[in-house]
């Protein structure tokens, strides 16, 4: 039996874990003195380790075993299919998802900056990679990272990063360089959406820092979870819906979701319990300022009513998931692992069906699968009959 039990279930994040290298490939031959890296070094003990261990499983079926049982405990590198893809599908079957959308980890540290030649340059080399690193088997659903300071070539990197069959496109949940993502003359990149049904999805990482790092110096210093300092902690965790929150309500306050009533949203790895108090915000600000802002008026339905059409979230394992149903609908919130990333936990199941009691098979069925086939649209898996 797969983790999943036989129920149908669509993994709306989770990664692979790069190996130094991973874009070299990739690149541009112009490109490949400026982006060719040894970033990863500081890892390679780690790395190098990960590597013996996956050869090791793929010669020695006990050695196999002993990782499959461990699924969801070895995570990062150690974790089985994090970085060989063929291992991958191996974890999918296991895992018994019918798909799951696949980011890169760290690859788009490697090119970011105002070098904007650059920028491009490694945006493009990471979709290839990640499209190959997906391309053998249709559960995994690559994401593509586009940046949107150039509208031209973030245009062509788009049409590009489809043509490879990326299932979704990651865009900063940040303004467009000196513009705001709904200026007009980004148009032709949300029209490409609109048109080719593919969604955007924002995620953790893409919003630039969290939070002024002065907050962090209180005179009692602590760690992340992970033990590193690097990752986000509890002050860093308040901020993390600022982002997708304000992202996402100019496109609905600019009247986005009326130009382009096929585009289509999710919020990826950044907790969706302030969605509930958030619906509420949106639609006092068009009820606040309506009378002195012309877009506001122009809006066909309230705001609240484009989150429901086009947008969902992911929550965190733990987050009180019933509740959130239960205030803001059942069509609204994604299951995801995150694997192999630690911050999935050993038992996402577990925790998510421990904050759902009472809520119904039906309601379960959209969590698990259809809110992010409705997500996916047509590059989602045929969805299967469930009785109510």
């Given at each position: 039996?797969?983790?999943?039990?036989?129920?149908?279930?669509?993994?709306?994040?989770?990664?692979?874990?790069?190996?130094?290298?991973?874009?070299?490939?990739?690149?541009?031959?112009?490109?490949?003195?400026?982006?060719?890296?040894?970033?990863?070094?500081?890892?390679?003990?780690?790395?190098?380790?990960?590597?013996?261990?996956?050869?090791?499983r793929g010669s020695d079926p006990a050695a196999r075993q002993a990782a499959e049982q461990r699924l969801l405990v070895d995570?990062?590198?150690?974790?089985?299919?994090?970085?060989?893809?063929?291992?991958?599908?191996?974890?999918?079957?296991?895992?018994?998802?019918?798909?799951?959308?696949?980011?890169?980890?760290?690859?788009?540290?490697?090119?970011?900056?105002?070098?904007?030649?650059?920028?491009?340059?490694?945006?493009?080399?990471?979709?290839?990679?990640?499209?190959?690193?997906?391309?053998?088997?249709?559960?995994?659903?690559?994401?593509?990272?586009?940046?949107?300071?150039?509208?031209?070539?973030?245009?062509?990197?788009?049409?590009?990063?489809?043509?490879?069959?990326?299932?979704?496109?990651?865009?900063?949940?940040?303004?467009?360089?000196?513009?705001?993502?709904?200026?007009?003359?980004?148009?032709?990149?949300?029209?490409?959406?609109?048109?080719?049904?593919?969604?955007?999805?924002?995620?953790?990482?893409?919003?630039?820092?969290?939070?002024?790092?002065?907050?962090?110096?209180?005179?009692?210093?602590?760690?992340?979870?992970?033990?590193?300092?690097?990752?986000?902690?509890?002050?860093?965790?308040?901020?993390?819906?600022?982002?997708?929150?304000?992202?996402?309500?100019?496109?609905?306050?600019?009247?986005?979701?009326?130009?382009?009533?096929?585009?289509?949203?999710?919020?990826?790895?950044?907790?969706?319990?302030?969605?509930?108090?958030?619906?509420?915000q949106l639609d006092y600000a068009r009820r606040a300022f309506r009378r002195t802002e012309e877009p506001l008026r122009q809006?066909a339905r309230p705001p609240s009513e484009y989150v429901h059409a086009h947008l969902r979230f992911t929550p965190f394992p733990?987050?009180?998931?019933?509740?959130?149903?239960?205030?803001?609908?059942?069509?609204?919130?994604?299951?995801?692992?995150?694997?192999?990333?630690?911050?999935?936990?050993?038992?996402?199941?577990?925790?998510?069906?421990?904050?759902?009691?009472?809520?119904?098979?039906?309601?379960?069925?959209?969590?698990?699968?259809?809110?992010?086939?409705?997500?996916?649209?047509?590059?989602?898996?045929?969805?299967?009959?469930?009785?109510?």
């Amino acid at each position: 039996m797969s983790y999943a039990g036989g129920r149908p279930t669509l993994d709306a994040d989770s990664h692979l874990m790069e190996l130094p290298g991973f874009l070299d490939p990739f690149i541009e031959k112009s490109m490949r003195p400026r982006l060719l890296t040894r970033a990863l070094d500081r890892v390679r003990p780690v790395v190098e380790a990960a590597t013996d261990a996956a050869a090791r499983r793929g010669s020695d079926p006990a050695a196999r075993q002993a990782a499959e049982q461990r699924l969801l405990v070895d995570k990062g590198w150690n974790a089985m299919g994090a970085f060989d893809p063929v291992e991958r599908s191996r974890v999918v079957d296991l895992l018994g998802v019918d798909a799951q959308l696949v980011f890169a980890t760290f690859a788009t540290a490697l090119f970011m900056g105002k070098d904007l030649d650059l920028v491009y340059a490694g945006s493009a080399a990471h979709n290839r990679a990640v499209a190959a690193f997906c391309e053998h088997d249709p559960r995994l659903l690559p994401v593509a990272w586009i940046p949107l300071d150039d509208t031209e070539r973030a245009v062509v990197l788009l049409e590009e990063a489809l043509d490879l069959g990326c299932a979704a496109i990651h865009v900063p949940s940040t303004a467009a360089g000196t513009r705001a993502p709904t200026h007009p003359d980004l148009d032709r990149f949300w029209a490409v959406l609109d048109e080719r049904d593919v969604p955007f999805v924002l995620h953790i990482g893409g919003g630039g820092r969290l939070l002024d790092r002065a907050f962090h110096d209180n005179g009692r210093p602590v760690t992340d979870h992970l033990g590193g300092g690097e990752n986000i902690r509890s002050k860093d965790f308040l901020c993390i819906a600022h982002s997708p929150a304000l992202f996402l309500g100019a496109m609905i306050l600019d009247g986005m979701f009326d130009r382009f009533p096929n585009l289509r949203g999710g919020v990826i790895e950044q907790g969706a319990s302030w969605v509930v108090s958030w619906l509420h915000q949106l639609d006092y600000a068009r009820r606040a300022f309506r009378r002195t802002e012309e877009p506001l008026r122009q809006l066909a339905r309230p705001p609240s009513e484009y989150v429901h059409a086009h947008l969902r979230f992911t929550p965190f394992p733990g987050e009180p998931v019933g509740w959130m149903i239960e205030q803001a609908g059942a069509d609204l919130f994604m299951f995801s692992t995150d694997y192999p990333h630690p911050e999935g936990g050993r038992d996402p199941l577990a925790k998510f069906e421990e904050a759902m009691p009472g809520v119904s098979e039906a309601d379960r069925h959209h969590f698990y699968y259809e809110n992010m086939a409705f997500l996916l649209g047509s590059r989602a898996p045929a969805r299967p009959v469930v009785a109510a």
